[in-house]
């Protein structure tokens, strides 16, 4: 076979076989979309750290029932989303709110990241500052130095 | 250099993180919060064991609602309280069970042990699919919902309930 052809013909094997093995998952359509998206966005009530789409127990997939019957009625992802947190609180949210005191949880990591390039900042500028000062002294000094070796050069000439 | 600054913010910064590490330790993150409290009841229509189908919560009567399953040793152990409960508040009180998770034949055989008869003392509800448990925010059973005149949940117990919390609920819905 001419490289070419085995070229291309890996190509069409990569490019090919994700898309055979997504169909070969059950019903992929739109629905069931939506229900694994929202799914996964929300806490399995009887797991540790697992979402309703992970988890295999009997009310997650009770949960993802409902998602479903909530979304054929046409309610969004954020309204199934609300449902949700009506019942169960925020807690059910395995990414906490955008609001409230759980918004500190979003912001912090910036405030650090502010907070240390500021303080890095500072400390650069003061050790420039301290440099300048010292270089400024010592000009001083050596000027003066020499000075006063020229004085004692000339006094020491008859 | 230590100045006065730099001796406040590192007290600040350690400070908020023994705060943080404070309030991390002492709390529960499998704690589940509340949060149908004071909110409207939803109303469900399901089938009863023994045939018929039953609306909760009760119109115009305060209601109490305990989930529950066959296989949840718990609520074996809470069942008898809730029978003796039913007997002595039942003419102010509807009560009703809402089967969680369960089979009929389950369901009838935990009955049957250990109340009258094998459809219970009060309606006990199918509920396939889980939805109306999910409809009330159940995380798992024994739950029991105390659910004022006006369909208002007024209280919620998660777990096994003592003659006391039992009572306590009683009361926040008897007014």
Not at chain 1, 69 to 84: M, N, P, T, V
Not at chain 1, 90 to 103: E, F, V
Not at chain 2, 155 to 165: C, F, I, N
Request: proline share 6%.
């Amino acid at each position: 076979m001419k490289p070419a052809a085995i070229l291309l013909l890996t190509l069409l094997t990569l490019t090919l076989a994700p898309a055979a093995a997504a169909s070969d998952r059950k019903d992929s359509g739109p629905l069931e979309q939506r229900v694994e998206r929202v799914s996964q966005g929300l806490r399995c009530p009887v797991c540790q750290s697992l979402s309703v789409w992970d988890s295999p127990s009997q009310v997650s997939e009770a949960m993802r029932m409902r998602i479903r019957d909530l979304a054929r009625r046409g309610e969004s992802d954020a309204q199934i989303r609300a449902y949700f947190v009506a019942r169960y609180g925020d807690w059910i949210l395995l990414s906490p709110p955008r609001h409230g005191i759980a918004l500190a949880v979003w912001l912090a990591p910036l405030l650090i990241l502010l907070a240390g390039a500021a303080a890095a900042t500072a400390t650069v500028s003061g050790w420039r500052r301290r440099a300048r000062a010292l270089a400024a002294v010592d000009g001083a000094a050596l000027a003066a130095g020499r000075a006063q070796l020229a004085e004692l050069e000339q006094r020491r000439l008859p | 250099v230590i100045t006065p600054l730099r001796a406040a913010l590192g007290l600040l910064a350690v400070g908020g993180l023994v705060a943080a590490l404070g309030f991390g330790l002492s709390h529960d993150p499998r704690a589940l919060p509340i949060v149908v409290i004071n909110k409207i009841a939803p109303q469900e229509t399901l089938r009863r064991l023994g045939g018929g189908r039953v609306r909760v919560p009760f119109a115009g009567r305060p209601t109490l609602l305990n989930v529950w399953a066959s296989w949840c040793t718990e609520c074996k152990k809470e069942h008898p309280l809730l029978v003796a409960a039913e007997r002595r508040f039942g003419r102010r009180i509807a009560f009703a069970g809402l089967i969680y998770q369960d089979s009929v034949a389950g369901a009838r055989g935990f009955l049957r042990a250990r109340d009258r008869g094998p459809n219970g003392s009060y309606p006990n509800l199918l509920d396939p699919g889980s939805r109306a448990a999910i409809d009330y925010g159940v995380y798992g059973v024994p739950e029991t919902f105390f659910i004022d005149r006006r369909g208002v949940i007024r209280a919620k117990v998660v777990g096994r309930m003592s003659w006391q919390t039992l009572e306590q609920g009683l009361a926040a819905i008897s007014r």
